[in-house]
């Protein structure tokens, strides 16, 4: 899978929207976006995932830039309980069928202020 | 809604000592897999099974080994437990086909004295 750069940590306050970058330059045509978020003590949950156009979904937006190299999360209005580790992950719709794993970098600690 | 269930949930072995991890989903899904988390990091793929019957090496293979018991349960062990598998072991599972998102258990965390 085509490499992904975060940014370590970012801190947002609560009830703002939360725009979380990712840099993918070496994304190929086959490799859809993914977005998981990991909460404190628990395994990573699924957010979103997109190929070119922009997503919407009850959880989050994901806004994908025309040349596909970057995209963003974007959490509408930030709660507490969006406080989390958000990981941008890239797959490749001809790897493995899409039984194969998932790819983890160190992601972005997303911390919310009240 | 269980979804994936992992036991135990914490452990303590002594170097040397074997353990099994257990696994279950009451998704119907095809796939599991096991990751670890190593403080700080992200998950690393151990093996995963793209169906009952079978399994593949992931990234973080040596000093496991899993068998896909049926489509529910997927187990991981420890046949000679050593310090540096000290660590958060994680179970997941997906739908067949690429755009299906995985299914996270809470994860086991075990430490090796």
């Known amino acids: 899978d085509a490499k992904t750069t975060q940014p370590n940590s970012m801190e947002s306050n609560e009830e703002e929207p939360v725009h979380l970058p990712c840099n993918h330059s070496t994304i190929s045509g086959t490799d859809y976006i993914h977005w998981y978020r990991q909460l404190p003590s628990q395994g990573p949950e699924y957010v979103i995932h997109g190929l070119t156009s922009n997503v919407n979904n009850r959880m989050a937006s994901l806004a994908i830039a025309e040349d596909r190299k970057s995209s963003t999360l974007i959490l509408h209005r930030a709660t507490l309980r969006d406080a989390a580790v958000y990981y941008c992950?890239?797959?490749?719709?001809?790897?493995?069928?899409?039984?194969?794993?998932?790819?983890f970098g160190k992601g972005t600690h997303l911390i919310i202020q009240p | 809604n269980a979804g994936v269930t992992q036991t135990p949930k914490f452990q303590v072995l002594k170097t040397g000592q074997s353990m099994t991890l257990q696994c279950a989903q009451d998704?119907?899904?095809?796939?599991m897999y096991w990751y670890r988390q190593d403080p700080g990091m992200g998950l690393r793929l151990i093996y995963y099974s793209a169906s009952e019957g079978t399994t593949d090496k992931g990234e973080v293979p040596n000093g496991y080994n899993v068998s896909r018991l049926n489509k529910r349960e997927f187990s991981l062990r420890l046949e000679s437990a050593a310090p540096s598998q000290t660590s958060v072991y994680f179970c997941a599972s997906s739908g067949r086909g690429w755009n299906q998102p995985q299914h996270f258990g809470d994860g086991t965390r075990l430490s090796i004295l």
């Open positions: 992950i890239l797959r490749d719709v001809n790897s493995g069928g899409g039984a194969d794993g998932l790819t």
């Open positions: 998704m119907n899904h095809n796939s």
